[in-house]
């Protein structure tokens, strides 16, 4: 059985993996102040969680952005797995070309959303992930990654709101009924959601009106995308799983 590791800003996201099946998802807070021993026990605890002997638990695979966790997180793996993790980076076996002016700089993250829309999807396509920053990725027909942007993400621009304004209030963040608000909760939804979704809509069409290659699909995935991914019809995909699934298909291409 694979257990599969996506290591974020935020939250690291874990899969489980019975061959191609997606059998449970978890997730726990990125905390660089974590021991090897803390992430080994939520670990286990939430792999039997899911009717699944640790034992079972063969192979791993890491994509992480978060350096400062990885060698708590990888010894945990190590003392309490029992497997010797594949941290996704230089050299790592994708199938897509990198062709950015400095590869090494490209997020595992990014590799491994690309590489999923890429596999299940196809390509041309812009990938979009609404995470803790918002990425826009174009990936062509051919396999070649060579444009990203980058933007806040919505929770970044939440926070500031409220920790920068003295009187703005923390909010859940959800699209409002109507963009015409009329008081501040509401306000504030309306113009981080409606803003996203302008952010989203004018940065795909820039993307495809000076790229020039015709069929691009648009695939949308993070936490908070499938709220965007609602409020317009510039994104033809949204997968909650891309990046999960993104880790289980390189794994099967490294193994």
């Known amino acids: ?67 400062d966790i990885m060698h708590s997180l990888t010894n945990s793996l190590k003392k309490y797995l029992k497997v010797d993790p594949v941290i996704v980076g230089p ?27 890429y596999e299940i999807y196809g390509g041309p396509a812009i990938v979009v992930d609404f995470g803790t920053a918002t990425t826009y990725d174009l990936i062509t027909e051919d396999g070649v990654f060579s444009v990203g942007i980058t933007a806040p993400g919505i929770g970044i621009s939440a926070k500031a709101l409220w920790q920068d304004a003295a009187k703005l209030p923390k909010i859940e963040i959800k699209r409002p009924k109507s963009i015409l608000a009329k008081e501040t909760i509401s306000s504030m939804q309306a113009g981080l959601v409606y803003g996203t979704i302008g ?54 291409k490294n193994k």
Not at 91 to 111: C, F, L, S
Not at 208 to 213: A, L, R, V
Not at 220 to 243: R, S, V
């Open 1 to 67: 059985m694979l257990l599969v590791i996506d290591v974020g800003n935020t939250n690291l996201t874990l899969g489980l993996f019975d061959e191609d099946n997606l059998i449970g998802t978890f997730r726990m807070t990125t905390g660089a102040s974590r021991t090897s021993d803390e992430f080994g026990i939520f670990i286990c605890e939430m792999i039997e969680r899911q009717d699944v002997k640790v034992r079972d638990v063969d192979s791993v695979i890491v994509g992480s952005v978060v350096p």
């Open 91 to 117: 050299g790592t076996k994708t199938g897509i070309q990198i062709a950015t002016y400095n590869p090494k700089e490209v997020g595992a993250d990014r590799i491994v959303d690309l590489v999923a829309a």
């Open 199 to 252: 952010e989203a809509e004018y940065i795909i069409k820039k993307i495809k009106d000076e790229s020039k290659i015709p069929g691009i699909k648009t695939v949308a995935t993070g936490g908070l995308g499938k709220i965007i991914a609602e409020g317009t019809n510039m994104i033809d995909i949204y997968d909650n799983k891309l990046t999960l699934e993104g880790l289980r298909l390189i794994y099967n």
